[in-house]
């Protein structure tokens, strides 16, 4: 049974403490490096025309992946698979489930206002598209009972 | 006949500067084409002389600056920024974009765009990685900011070095009218980038301890100096350039006299001439157009009053033909068309600097190209952009200019 934890930056030590509490199963850590921060930078670079120098978006940004997954597999403490990739995240984290058996993701959003809208976008079209069952863990302690909404009139 | 050549010649330049083939730098081009418009008569020799005479401080204040970012960067200036705002954010991405912002902002004011870009960035990535906090928003911050920050003073983009001699205002005046709209576009990102992103903004990160930086004092009371001496010099008549240039060598002397010859080479890389002379072979050809036809139909099209009106279409044609061409060369087109009026320079100004975020890399042409370019190895990731630079563009674009017209009344510029 493959295990794949995808990290993002902020959520991620949530999901590998829950991969850490399943049977020592293979892991896959999976982080995807999007692509508009990468155009970000590097827009921002061919806007400057001949001026622009240094390193690319692409390079800035695998570099602190590395880190992260290294971060990731300190922490999970065994063996893992790592899997470093760029694009569109959704898409990406879709694909690299394709031969998965269970998914792990951290809810992101505002936990102040819990409610429909406090998925993003891209893990909400993970949670729709996956090919595996999910588990979505919280980034930290789970809200208490008391954060319920009053029922509906 | 004249009128279609210049044009076919600022459509080489500028094609070869956004495609740059074999990674060659923009003054291959754009020299020979210089010398083109020249040898076939396109622009008298008295006024190729006037051009490169205007653009000349211009140009060697460029240089300079990029200099002084250079040795900033190398005394820890940025690096001690990144860590005072990873500190300050306490591990809310929220506060981290507002300390971004504010970091940015002043950088672009002070270092002109280019610092923010080339060097302030990889700086907020590294502290986005370390508080937790997702890079996108602060990522773009520090783009959109380069541009749109550039508006307060006349050393904060190379457009505003171009027009501030045709504006005949002084570096103080310049700073007093642009400070209002300086705020209120910041103050329009920010509003605008807090709902854009609210869900990376509202994802937890984690406060980082403090990581130990030392304090580059040295350094930033040389950069304070600076900036007062820009406002100091301009009115006995020393050009910006040479404070800025002092100001560089003051932080690099120290290294300097360790490796002269290595820290040249250096130096001398970091002032990147072949732009300089870009700079300048582009003004000459732009010279060729605009005193054609093509000149006098902008010109006829270009406001000549300096109401909110007026000020609101000269800033709004600016942004557009900044899109279409890049702003450097909608700066060198425009400014002197509107030049005898600083409410009319300052506005066409605000479009040219804001405008470059609605296509976020420059202009039409260079999206196109960089589309071209990764269409087989990354999704089409335009699309965002451009849907940022819609809401963005035109709700600075009205702020600014309302601002504008606000602080030319206060300054009783109008």
Redesign the interface.
């Known amino acids: 049974m493959t295990t794949v934890v995808w990290l993002?930056?902020?959520?991620w030590p949530a999901c590998v403490d829950a991969a850490r509490a399943l049977p020592a199963d293979p892991v896959r850590l999976l982080h995807v490096v999007?692509?508009?921060?990468?155009?970000?930078?590097?827009?921002?670079?061919?806007?400057?025309?001949?001026?622009?120098?240094?390193?690319g978006?692409a390079e800035?940004?695998r570099q602190?992946q590395t880190?992260?997954l290294d971060a990731a597999a300190a922490r999970l403490g065994r063996p893992a698979e790592r899997v470093a990739r760029?694009?569109?995240v959704e898409?990406e984290v879709v694909a690299a489930c394709a031969d998965a058996d269970l998914l792990i993701l951290a809810r992101?959003?505002?936990?102040?206002r819990l409610g429909p809208k406090?998925l993003?976008?891209t893990t909400r079209f993970v949670l729709d598209h996956a090919p595996c069952p999910v588990l979505l863990v919280w980034?930290?302690a789970p809200p208490g009972l008391s954060t319920l909404p009053p029922p509906p009139r | 006949m004249s009128t279609a050549a210049a044009i076919l010649i600022l459509i080489g330049v500028l094609a070869f500067a956004v495609a740059r083939p074999f990674g060659l730098p923009e003054v291959v081009a754009a020299a020979p084409a210089a010398l083109l418009v020249i040898a076939l008569g396109l622009v008298p020799w008295r006024d190729v002389g006037a051009e490169i005479a205007a653009l000349g401080p211009t140009v060697g204040f460029l240089a300079a600056v990029l200099v002084l970012a250079h040795v900033a960067d190398e005394r820890g200036v940025f690096g001690y920024l990144g860590a005072v705002a990873g500190r300050l954010s306490g591990g809310s991405p929220r506060r981290l974009l507002r300390l971004v912002f504010g970091v940015a902002a002043v950088v672009t004011a002070a270092l002109s765009l280019d610092a923010t870009v080339v060097l302030l960035t990889p700086v907020v990535l590294a502290t986005a990685v370390r508080v937790g906090a997702r890079p996108r928003p602060h990522l773009y911050a520090c783009g959109h900011l380069a541009n749109s920050a550039s508006l307060l003073l006349p050393v904060s983009n190379l457009t505003n070095l171009l027009a501030f001699g045709a504006a005949g205002l002084g570096f103080g005046q310049f700073a007093g009218v642009m400070t209002l709209p300086w705020l209120a576009v910041i103050g329009i990102e920010y509003a605008i980038f807090r709902r854009w992103f609210a869900v990376d903004l509202g994802t937890p990160a984690r406060p980082v301890p403090p990581v130990p930086v030392r304090v580059p004092r040295f350094a930033l009371v040389v950069l304070v100096a600076t900036l007062a001496g820009f406002g100091l010099s301009q009115p006995i008549g020393v050009a910006p350039a040479w404070i800025a240039a002092a100001a560089a060598a003051v932080l690099a002397a120290s290294r300097l006299v360790r490796r002269p010859a290595v820290e040249s080479v250096r130096l001398v890389r970091a002032a990147n001439l072949p732009f300089c002379g870009f700079v300048i072979a582009l003004g000459v050809v732009v010279v060729a157009v605009r005193s054609g036809p093509v000149g006098a139909a902008v010109a006829g099209l270009m406001p000549h009053r300096t109401d909110l009106a007026a000020l609101l279409a000269a800033a709004a044609i600016a942004a557009l033909l900044a899109n279409l061409l890049n702003n450097l060369p909608a700066t060198l087109l425009l400014v002197p068309l509107v030049a005898p009026s600083p409410g009319l320079v300052l506005a066409v100004l605000l479009g040219v600097n804001i405008g470059p975020n609605l296509t976020y890399v420059g202009s039409l042409a260079t999206l196109l190209w960089r589309q071209i370019l990764h269409a087989r190895d990354h999704p089409p990731t335009a699309w965002e952009f451009l849907r940022l630079g819609a809401v963005t563009v035109p709700a600075c674009l009205v702020a600014g200019v309302a601002a504008l017209w606000a602080g030319l009344r206060l300054f009783g510029l109008s």
């Open positions: 993002t930056e902020g959520t999007d692509a508009h921060s990468v155009e970000a930078i590097d827009g921002a670079h061919a806007g400057l025309l001949g001026r622009a120098a240094g390193a978006g800035m940004l602190a880190a992260l760029r694009g569109a898409r992101d959003g505002d936990r102040t406090s993003g976008r980034p930290d």
